[in-house]
């Protein structure tokens, strides 16, 4: 099976703008999480999304949103980008993503904000 | 909320020796716990599961330690390799929850 595949793997972006990220899960997982790496803070969860519903969710400003589609593909925004959004976007899928449910991880999305 | 630490940010062994990475966890209910293995450049890697019925599993060179009483976990790497060099996480998780809790990470050096 393949992994978790995500787009664009590298992103430049200034102050104001918006981002899309892409993910797409391994084949057959329906749950889909999105984390924030930056050095000294570890992985911090965003939301995460499961039959296109977001199930669960971080403590992110809204500029923070994402969705997912009919197939488990699941995409994460951020509006008016700021100098501390620079980081590594990293999604995550799991089977149906209850308790004991391992999670697999992309290679991420290196975001960085001018 | 949740904490989920690490007791040593940074661990040094040489080739060959045994690694023993630490971690500690405050969720009593946690119940399901994995580590990750984050190469630099590339997404947290899976390497081991442990569910709280257990207080040990063993994998290929990786053994977890699982102690509830004083709710911490290890992660034990036998015969380390210089491809062992990396940033290690422990995650937790309860029965019904469906968000894992990471903790800062624990950087491996292996010295050849």
């Known amino acids: 099976k393949a992994g978790v595949t995500q787009t664009p793997r590298y992103l430049i972006k200034t102050r104001g703008q918006q981002v899309t990220l892409s993910c797409s899960p391994i084949s057959g997982h329906r749950s889909v999480s999105w984390y924030q790496q930056t050095p000294g803070q570890g992985l911090q969860f965003l939301f995460e999304?499961?039959?296109?519903?977001?199930?669960n969710k971080g403590n992110f400003p809204g500029r923070f949103s994402g969705r997912q589609f009919s197939n488990s593909r699941s995409e994460m925004n951020v509006s008016t980008l700021e100098l501390g959004d620079s980081a590594l976007y990293l999604c995550?899928?799991?089977?149906?993503?209850?308790?004991?449910?391992?999670?697999?991880f992309g290679p991420g999305t290196r975001l960085t904000v001018l | 909320g949740e904490s989920v630490g690490l007791h040593l940010p940074t661990l040094s062994v040489q080739e060959g020796d045994n690694s023993i990475i630490n971690c500690a966890y405050s969720n009593s209910a946690s119940d399901y716990f994995i580590w990750y293995k984050q190469e630099s450049g590339k997404g947290p890697q899976f390497i081991i599961d442990i569910r709280s019925n257990m207080d040990k599993r063993q994998g290929q060179r990786v053994t977890v330690l699982l102690n509830k009483t004083v709710k911490h976990l290890s992660l034990q790497i036998a015969a380390t390799q210089p491809g062992d060099s990396a940033v290690y996480f422990c995650a937790e998780n309860t029965n019904t929850g469906n968000q894992f809790y990471f903790g800062t990470g624990t950087s491996l050096t292996v010295i050849p």
């Open positions: 999304y499961f039959s296109e519903t977001q199930r």
């Open positions: 995550a899928s799991s089977f149906l993503g209850q308790g004991m449910d391992t999670q697999y």
